[in-house]
Antibody, heavy 120, light 106 residues
Framework: QVQLVESGGGVVQPGGSRRLSCAAS????????MHWARQAPGKGLEWVAF????????YYADSVRGRFTISRDNSKNTVSLQMNSLGPDDTAAYYC?????????????WGQGTQVTVSS | DIQMTQSPSSLSASVGDRVTFTCRAS??????LNWYQHKPGTAPKLLIY???SLQRGVPSRVSGSGSGTDFTLTISSLQPEDFATYYC?????????FGQGTKLEI
């Protein structure tokens, strides 16, 4: 079955960097685009980034563009999110999700999330 | 960016009730509208994609409708496992955007 497992969360100082990874299994990873989304404490879901199947294009939320970079390694079935210049507003549970490949660019299966806390 | 507005922000209901959630887009998104259910500490679950297509494995008491700017999610007979927060997500243009959510409470 489809499994997505995020890792790399933890406590980061303001202005610091963190790299999140998501290990995928149970499907042909190279056939699917991948998303990252997040949920800050007490807030709703926020879409963060998307990368196409072959990594040719990446798209970002306004709040992270220029600071975050999404990438993938199809040989290792992983998608990553490099986060730089982190601030308190980046504190959140971060989720990776598979694109459904329906033509509607919607995430279908999601991981359980990894927590990032930005604090001194 | 496209803004998504959900109403109401919270809703109280009972098992067996029929409930409807509304999502409005700030511009025409055709049918690039998806609905998710989210419970604390768990992975969000896709319910409806393309405004009205039921995701595999989701019970038929869940349905979606709408096009353009106005969309609805309906649960015809609430079950105990349905109490959660529901989000709409537009994927018509990037940056993709969620509504603020509707919390369904007993």
């Amino acid at each position: 079955q489809v499994q997505l497992v995020e890792s790399g969360g933890g406590v980061v100082q303001p202005g610091g960097s963190r790299r999140l990874s998501c290990a995928a299994s149970g499907f042909k990873f190279s056939y699917y685009g991948m998303h990252w989304a997040r949920q800050a404490p007490g807030k709703g879901l926020e879409w963060v980034a998307f990368i196409r199947q072959d990594g040719s294009d990446q798209y970002y939320a306004d709040s992270v563009r220029g600071r975050f970079t999404i990438s993938r390694d199809n040989s290792k079935n992983t998608v990553s999110l490099q986060m730089n210049s982190l601030g308190p507003d980046d504190t959140a549970a971060y989720y990776c999700a598979r694109d459904q490949n329906s033509g509607y660019y919607n995430p279908d299966f999601w991981g359980q999330g990894t927590q990032v806390t930005v604090s001194s | 960016d496209i803004q998504m507005t959900q109403s109401p922000s919270s809703l109280s209901a009972s098992v067996g009730d029929r409930v409807t959630f509304t999502c409005r887009a700030s511009q025409n998104i055709i049918n690039y509208l998806n609905w998710y259910q989210h419970k604390p500490g768990t992975a969000p679950k896709l319910l409806i994609y393309a405004a009205s297509s039921l995701q595999r494995g989701v019970p038929s008491r869940v349905s979606g409708s709408g096009s353009g700017t106005d969309f609805t999610l309906t649960i015809s007979s609430l079950q105990p496992e349905d109490f959660a927060t529901y989000y709409c997500l537009q994927t018509y243009s990037t940056p993709y955007t969620f509504g603020q959510g509707t919390k369904l409470e007993i």
